[in-house]
């Protein structure tokens, strides 16, 4: 348990609530219910070993801080999670009824274990141990089931690694859900660009033919789509969507928009992730603090070229 003042406010609640959630109870030296609740905040916040951190604000000594959360009677406890109060209940409180209310919004272990495994992947992935970096995001995804971020990662890996059949599979939940994610429609395409290579004979051609074929007939949407594939495949992103393009401004309805979906999806996996933590902005410290590296470079590259192209699309459907 951390004790807060106006000093410390900002550094032990706000910013510390980014990273991990942080419960304050709002408590008085007179009050006798509050005597009650510490020592099973206390057991509690031990138990859940690192999940939530606890902080006490004397009203009293700090009624700057009370009057900011419009506390009128202690004990109140307010959660705190990425820098602003989710929850909170007022009154002393069993062991039992905290336990309820944590449970309702503190991640569980096998979600932090997930997210730590991910992380650790992410950093074998950039030191090119992929087989370590799949391990690492299979155990994830058997901790976390529901960790959208670690299943997104492993199928992306899988597919670049050339286990299509194990990336179908793990694909099969998702795109079951209505609406179906983006992010997971997105892959379903790459897959696809890449079993059109290994099936189709087409996916042995070498560029020149598929321009040959194409400057007979301009509307042959069906190579166009073919060789966008192949590029698509190959890595080849915005080629593949030049491809894409010729053929949804000469025909946006052309085999069920496919070309359309095609485009969309590869948008979304060349898009740069998103911050995983509220409010943290790319590129900035938690007090707003610009920070310029070559990760931030490139994200703004990525963002450049994905709005770029977003407009593209947007003219030739319009």
Not at 47 to 68: C, E, H, S, T, W
Request: glycine share 6%.
């Amino acid at each position: 348990m951390i004790d807060i003042t106006v000093e410390n406010f900002e550094s032990e609640v706000v910013a510390a609530s980014m990273a991990t959630p942080v419960l304050v109870d709002f408590w008085a030296t007179w009050c006798g219910p509050c005597k009650t609740l510490v020592p099973t905040l206390e057991k509690l916040e031990a138990a859940y070993a690192g999940r939530f951190k606890l902080a006490k604000v004397d009203v009293d000594a700090n009624q700057q801080i009370a009057g900011m959360f419009g506390i009128r009677s202690v004990p109140t406890c307010v959660l705190m999670v990425g820098g602003k109060p989710v929850d909170g209940f007022m009154g002393a409180q069993t062991e039992g009824q905290v336990r309820e209310f944590l449970d309702k919004h503190l991640p569980s272990e096998g979600e932090l274990m997930a997210e730590s495994e991910v992380d650790e992947a992410q950093q074998l992935i950039e030191s090119g141990d992929t087989q370590a970096a799949l391990q690492k995001l299979a155990d994830a995804l058997t901790a976390d089931p529901s960790n959208d971020d670690a299943r997104f990662d492993y199928v992306r890996l899988l597919i670049a690694s050339g286990d299509y059949e194990q990336a179908a599979s793990l694909l099969h939940e998702p795109l079951k859900r209505i609406p179906k994610p983006l992010q997971f429609e997105a892959l379903q395409h790459w897959l696809q660009c890449m079993l059109f290579v290994q099936q189709d004979e087409r996916g042995n051609w070498e560029l020149a033919q598929f321009d040959a074929a194409i400057a007979q007939n301009k509307r042959d949407f069906d190579t166009r789509f073919a060789k966008a594939q192949v590029l698509a495949a190959e890595g080849q992103w915005t080629a593949a969507m030049d491809e894409l393009l010729e053929i949804i401004m000469r025909d946006k309805e052309w085999n069920g928009q496919v070309a359309r979906k095609l485009f969309v999806g590869i948008l979304e996996l060349l898009a740069p992730a998103k911050p995983k933590k509220p409010d943290a902005v790319p590129g900035k410290t938690a007090g707003g603090i610009e920070l310029l590296g070559k990760n931030t470079a490139e994200q703004d590259q990525a963002t450049a070229l994905v709005n770029s192209y977003r407009r593209k699309l947007s003219m030739a459907l319009n």
